[in-house]
C-alpha cells in the first residue's frame, strides 16, 4: 500500500546556510532539515564575472592600474581571474584587488573576502574574508553583507553570533538577496537570533520565493500546508510546492507526488503522482523510491513491473524505510516476481522489526510457530506477538491468546523477558549495499 498522506514532513524549520557567494551567481541553499539544527553546506563555486570594460582597453586598465587607481586595478583582476586579454593567473588577480581593496574600493573588498575563504589564489584564511566582507559590508555591498550573515552564523572566521547574522541578513535582504531574504525569515520562523514571528517569516520568505529562491518556495508551501503565519490554503501550498519541485527541491517532489496521489490541493491524479515520485525517488528519497515500487508493483499508471518494484524497494530498504523492508519479506515469502525463499524473508522481516514494524513481528511470529523457512519456536513466536499487541496490531492480540493456551508457564515467562529485554535473534545474510 502506498503512502498517501504526508505524515513525516511537518518540519522544523532551520536557517538554511550556504558557501559563500562569489560575484553575481546565486549560491544554492541547503534543504530546510526535519528537526534538525542549520549547518553550513558546500555548493558549487560561482564564477567571477566577465570584466566590462567599455571604453578602455587592456593596456589602457594596466597602466591606469600602475598609477594606483582602485577601480583599474580590480578590472585587471578580473582580467586576470577570466584571463581575458591576458593570461589568466588567480595569484596575479588577487594582487590586483588586494592593491584596489587596501584604497577602500568596495567590489574588490568583496572579491578579496572570497579569494581568502576559497583558498583562490591565496592561501585559504577564514578571519582575512571577514575582515574583507565586513568593510565591504559596512560600505553597503549586498552580497558581502550576506557573506557576512553566513559567517556569524556559522562562526567561520569569527565569534559565532546568531543576533549579528540576523542583523547582516537583513541589510543583505533589504538590498534584495533572495539568499538573505530566505535566511532571515527562516530566523524568524526558528527564533534564531531574533524574536520568533511567523508573520515575517512569511513576508520574508515571500519575497525570496518570488525571485525563485527554492528553499523559500518550499518554506511557503510548508507554511501554507499549516496556515502557520498566514491562512492555512493547500492550493497555495500546492504551488509553491510544485514551483519548488519543478526547481528539483527533491522533498518537495515528494510531497507533490503524495499530494497528487492522495487528491490534496491538488485533483486527484496517478499519473502525476508517478511522474514526481520518479523524480524525488532518483534524488534518493526513501518515501518516493517505496512509493515508486508500489506503483510498479500494482501496475498503476505504469506496467506491472515485478523487477523494477523490487529494485526500488531495496534502494528504500537501503535507508532503513520500514514499509520496504517489511514489503521485501512478503515478496520473498510469497515468491512475488522471485523464487520463493522464506530464509530471505525471515531476514528482511526481522530488519523490519529493528525498525519496530507491527506487521513484520506478527508475520515473524506466525513463521517461527509454524517452523516456516526456520526452526519452529513456539516461545520466539510468542515474544514476537508480544511486540506486536503493544503496538496495537489486533491480529497478533488474537494468535497469541490462541498459542498460549499451548504452552507452559516456563515458555510464557520466558517469552515475556525476551520480549521485554529484546533478546531476538540477528540475521545478518541479507546484502544490503
Given at each position: 500500500?502506498?503512502?498517501?498522506?504526508?505524515?513525516h514532513?511537518?518540519?522544523?524549520?532551520?536557517?538554511?546556510?550556504?558557501?559563500?557567494?562569489?560575484?553575481?551567481?546565486?549560491?544554492?541553499?541547503?534543504?530546510?532539515?526535519?528537526?534538525?539544527?542549520?549547518?553550513?553546506?558546500?555548493?558549487?563555486?560561482?564564477?567571477?564575472?566577465?570584466?566590462?570594460?567599455?571604453?578602455?582597453?587592456?593596456a589602457?586598465?594596466?597602466?591606469?592600474?600602475?598609477?594606483?587607481?582602485?577601480?583599474?586595478?580590480y578590472?585587471?583582476?578580473?582580467?586576470?581571474?577570466?584571463?581575458?586579454?591576458?593570461?589568466?593567473?588567480?595569484?596575479?588577480?588577487?594582487?590586483?584587488?588586494?592593491?584596489?581593496?587596501?584604497?577602500?574600493?568596495?567590489?574588490?573588498e568583496?572579491?578579496?573576502?572570497?579569494?581568502?575563504?576559497?583558498?583562490?589564489?591565496?592561501?585559504?584564511n577564514?578571519?582575512?574574508?571577514?575582515?574583507?566582507?565586513?568593510?565591504?559590508?559596512?560600505?553597503?555591498?549586498?552580497?558581502?553583507?550576506?557573506?557576512?550573515?553566513?559567517?556569524?552564523?556559522?562562526?567561520?572566521?569569527?565569534?559565532?553570533?546568531?543576533?549579528?547574522?540576523?542583523?547582516?541578513?537583513?541589510?543583505?535582504?533589504?538590498?534584495?538577496v533572495a539568499?538573505?531574504?530566505?535566511?532571515?525569515?527562516?530566523a524568524?520562523?526558528?527564533?534564531?537570533?531574533?524574536?520568533?514571528?511567523?508573520?515575517?517569516?512569511?513576508?520574508?520568505?515571500?519575497?525570496?520565493?518570488?525571485?525563485?529562491?527554492?528553499?523559500?518556495q518550499?518554506?511557503l508551501?510548508?507554511?501554507?500546508?499549516?496556515?502557520?503565519?498566514?491562512?492555512?490554503?493547500?492550493?497555495?501550498?500546492?504551488?509553491?510546492?510544485?514551483?519548488?519541485a519543478?526547481?528539483?527541491?527533491?522533498?518537495?517532489?515528494?510531497?507533490?507526488?503524495?499530494?497528487?496521489?492522495?487528491?490534496?490541493?491538488?485533483?486527484?491524479?496517478?499519473?502525476?503522482?508517478?511522474?514526481?515520485?520518479?523524480?524525488?525517488?532518483?534524488?534518493?528519497?526513501?518515501?518516493?523510491?517505496?512509493?515508486?515500487?508500489?506503483?510498479?508493483?500494482?501496475?498503476?499508471?505504469?506496467?506491472?513491473?515485478?523487477?523494477?518494484?523490487?529494485?526500488?524497494y531495496?534502494?528504500?530498504?537501503?535507508?532503513?524505510?520500514?514499509?520496504?523492508?517489511?514489503?521485501?519479506?512478503?515478496?520473498?515469502?510469497?515468491?512475488?516476481g522471485?523464487?520463493?525463499?522464506?530464509?530471505?524473508?525471515?531476514?528482511?522481516?526481522?530488519?523490519?522489526?529493528?525498525?519496530?514494524?507491527?506487521?513484520?513481528?506478527?508475520?515473524?511470529?506466525?513463521?517461527?510457530?509454524?517452523?516456516?523457512?526456520?526452526?519452529?519456536?513456539?516461545?520466539?513466536?510468542?515474544?514476537?506477538?508480544?511486540?506486536?499487541?503493544?503496538?496495537?496490531?489486533?491480529?497478533?492480540s488474537?494468535?497469541?491468546d490462541?498459542?498460549?493456551?499451548s504452552?507452559?508457564?516456563?515458555?510464557?515467562?520466558?517469552?515475556?523477558?525476551?520480549?521485554?529485554e529484546?533478546?531476538?535473534?540477528?540475521v545478518?545474510?541479507?546484502?544490503?549495499f
Amino acid at each position: 500500500m502506498r503512502r498517501v498522506h504526508c505524515f513525516h514532513y511537518i518540519i522544523l524549520l532551520a536557517l538554511a546556510f550556504a558557501t559563500p557567494a562569489l560575484a553575481d551567481e546565486a549560491t544554492k541553499d541547503a534543504p530546510l532539515a526535519v528537526d534538525a539544527p542549520a549547518k553550513v553546506v558546500e555548493s558549487p563555486k560561482p564564477e567571477v564575472p566577465e570584466p566590462s570594460i567599455s571604453d578602455m582597453d587592456i593596456a589602457d586598465i594596466r597602466a591606469a592600474a600602475e598609477t594606483g587607481d582602485p577601480k583599474a586595478q580590480y578590472y585587471l583582476g578580473l582580467a586576470y581571474h577570466n584571463g581575458k586579454e591576458t593570461f589568466k593567473s588567480d595569484v596575479e588577480a588577487a594582487r590586483w584587488w588586494r592593491n584596489s581593496a587596501e584604497q577602500g574600493y568596495a567590489d574588490a573588498e568583496f572579491i578579496l573576502g572570497v579569494m581568502y575563504d576559497t583558498g583562490t589564489g591565496v592561501s585559504s584564511n577564514a578571519s582575512k574574508a571577514v575582515e574583507w566582507w565586513k568593510k565591504a559590508a559596512e560600505q553597503g555591498v549586498a552580497k558581502a553583507q550576506y557573506n557576512l550573515g553566513l559567517s556569524y552564523a556559522s562562526g567561520k572566521g569569527t565569534k559565532q553570533n546568531d543576533a549579528q547574522a540576523v542583523e547582516w541578513y537583513r541589510k543583505a535582504a533589504e538590498q534584495g538577496v533572495a539568499a538573505a531574504q530566505c535566511n532571515l525569515a527562516a530566523a524568524y520562523f526558528s527564533g534564531t537570533g531574533i524574536e520568533k514571528d511567523f508573520a515575517e517569516a512569511f513576508t520574508w520568505f515571500s519575497k525570496a520565493a518570488k525571485q525563485d529562491n527554492v528553499q523559500a518556495q518550499y518554506s511557503l508551501g510548508v507554511i501554507y500546508e499549516h496556515g502557520t503565519g498566514t491562512s492555512k490554503n493547500l492550493g497555495e501550498a500546492a504551488k509553491w510546492y510544485t514551483k519548488a519541485a519543478e526547481h528539483g527541491h527533491a522533498q518537495a517532489q515528494y510531497i507533490m507526488g503524495l499530494w497528487y496521489d492522495s487528491g490534496t490541493g491538488v485533483e486527484l491524479n496517478h499519473g502525476e503522482a508517478l511522474k514526481w515520485y520518479r523524480k524525488a525517488a532518483e534524488q534518493g528519497v526513501a518515501g518516493a523510491e517505496y512509493n515508486l515500487a508500489t506503483m510498479y508493483a500494482d501496475g498503476v499508471e505504469v506496467k506491472r513491473n515485478h523487477a523494477e518494484a523490487l529494485k526500488w524497494y531495496r534502494k528504500a530498504a537501503e535507508q532503513n524505510d520500514v514499509n520496504a523492508l517489511y514489503n521485501l519479506g512478503v515478496i520473498y515469502e510469497r515468491g512475488i516476481g522471485v523464487e520463493k525463499d522464506e530464509g530471505k524473508a525471515i531476514e528482511w522481516y526481522t530488519k523490519a522489526v529493528e525498525q519496530g514494524s507491527a506487521r513484520a513481528e506478527y508475520n515473524l511470529a506466525t513463521m517461527y510457530y509454524n517452523g516456516t523457512g526456520v526452526k519452529r519456536d513456539v516461545v520466539l513466536a510468542y515474544a514476537y506477538l508480544n511486540l506486536a499487541v503493544a503496538k496495537g496490531y489486533k491480529e497478533a492480540s488474537v494468535m497469541r491468546d490462541t498459542i498460549e493456551k499451548s504452552m507452559t508457564k516456563e515458555e510464557i515467562v520466558e517469552a515475556q523477558y525476551l520480549s521485554r529485554e529484546g533478546h531476538f535473534p540477528r540475521v545478518w545474510s541479507v546484502q544490503m549495499f
